[in-house]
């Protein structure tokens, strides 16, 4: 069957676009939420929408491999801060805030954020 086709490399994109897209293009997410185990998930869904609704750019560590390598991976994706929420982050309503540049942790109300 006849056909016709076309791919790019996203690399290749960035280079050809005018420096007034380039200047749009904002690498990583605000906020990257890691659950430290698969019953926080649900949660972290939520709080993902919740932030997403705000105008927040956000991801969710959906392998469930554990806190280290949630970090890990949020700090590969260019993240300002990871948004640790565990049981009893879920008890009291709030999340520690890794800001993953300098390393220090705070924790925050959920309505804070």
Known sequence: MPGIGFAIGQDRLVEILPETFKAKIKPGVDYY???????????????AARLRRKGCS???????????????????????????????????????????NTGEQVRKKIDEL
Not at 41 to 47: M, V
Request: glycine share 14%; hydrophobic share 50%; net charge negative.
């Open 58 to 100: 956000t991801g969710v560590a959906l392998d469930g491999k554990g806190l280290k390598k949630g970090l890990k991976f949020a700090a590969g994706t260019g993240a300002v801060s990871a948004l640790i929420l565990g049981e009893e982050e879920l008890k009291t309503g709030e999340v520690v805030v890794k800001y993953l």
């Open 33 to 47: 939420i890691v659950p430290v185990s698969p019953n926080e998930l649900i949660a972290a869904f939520d709080l």
